[in-house]
């Protein structure tokens, strides 16, 4: 099989964010340094991250990833859902590398690999690893993580198509197999409710995001099946949860929330986004340590 040693091309750079990379850096900056983040309850595993364009979803997101400042993780894994019609479960990119404005991301081979192993061995099936992907959930993560960690970093992209309870659990043990003793962060990409008008909005939102603060994964797909609350990266949300909760996170956080019209000014139909960070204890080392 011949192997693609490439970069993904953008479908949405100059669209979604800017294209040029002064003004995307000075825009994705004001975002995290606009966030007032409260005390965290301790070393961050995962945050959940919304993933519309960064106009609208970016001051909210400024709160998750503002979180991930001062640390120097070598992999972070960003989940998101896949958008577009595909018969694989899970899909990845059969690219090297992923570019934006801000420069080349690569993609970590042997942890796609590894993670590929974990779901064979779970599931029995394989990461589909597709070229010129359409999908904006996971790109539109990636200058926020450019801006914010200072040290270069590998890429472990995962797009969920199947988000039942069976392919989140595995993928979230698989991933958790293999980001166990590794510098690593998960981002789970996900937006909230669409199209709702605000006051409905807020209350399904509420829903998915009491879910979250509760640090429970199969809620979050629960309260979609009863239509209390809607998410469409459920399953990437709920794999990243199952994910930080075998990797020692113990907190939830919900640091923010807020809807496309507190940016547009029209609250007929708006998308719900929301910020969280999950946790773990500190280590606490004694004076001789």
């Given at each position: 099989m011949k192997t693609v040693n490439d970069r993904r091309p953008s479908p949405i750079v100059g669209h979604w964010y800017p294209s040029d990379p002064k003004l995307l850096?000075?825009?994705v900056d004001g975002f995290i340094n606009a966030a007032q983040l409260p005390e965290l309850n301790g070393d961050v595993v995962a945050i959940m991250a919304p993933h519309a364009g960064h106009r609208y979803s970016g001051p909210v997101a400024g709160y998750s990833f503002s979180t991930l400042r001062g640390m120097t993780p070598e992999i972070v894994a960003v989940i998101s859902p896949m958008h577009h019609p595909n018969s694989?479960?899970?899909?990845t990119s059969a690219h090297?590398?992923?570019?934006?404005?801000?420069?080349?991301?690569?993609?970590?081979?042997q942890a796609l690999n590894d993670l590929d192993t974990e779901l064979h061995e779970r599931l029995g099936i394989s990461l589909a690893r597709i070229t010129n992907d359409p999908e904006h959930s996971l790109?539109?993560?990636?200058?926020?993580?450019?801006?914010?960690?200072?040290?270069p970093f590998s890429l472990l992209p995962i797009m969920v198509r199947d988000q039942s309870s069976k392919v989140a659990k595995a993928l979230g043990e698989g991933l958790a197999a293999i980001l166990?003793?590794?510098?690593a962060i998960l981002v789970a990409s996900t937006d909230l409710s669409h199209f709702y008008p605000q006051h409905i909005a807020e209350t399904?939102?509420?829903?998915?995001?009491?879910?979250?603060?509760?640090?429970?994964?199969?809620?979050?797909?629960l309260v979609e099946e009863q239509g209390k609350g809607f998410a469409c990266g459920r399953g990437a949300l709920a794999a990243v949860l199952w994910a930080a909760r075998e990797l020692g996170a113990t907190q939830a956080q919900i640091l923010n929330y807020a809807t496309s019209g507190d940016i547009t000014g029209d609250y007929s139909?708006?998308?719900?986004?929301?910020?969280?960070?999950?946790?773990?204890?500190?280590?606490v080392l004694g004076h001789d340590e």
């Open positions: 850096s000075a825009q694989e479960p899970l899909i090297a590398a992923y570019e934006t404005p801000l420069g080349l991301i690569p993609v970590d081979k790109e539109i993560e990636l200058p926020f993580l450019q801006c914010v960690l200072e040290e166990s003793g590794r510098k399904l939102d509420s829903e998915v995001l009491k879910r979250v603060e509760a640090f429970d994964p199969q809620g979050v797909l139909q708006v998308v719900g986004y929301g910020a969280a960070v999950f946790t773990r204890q500190k280590l």
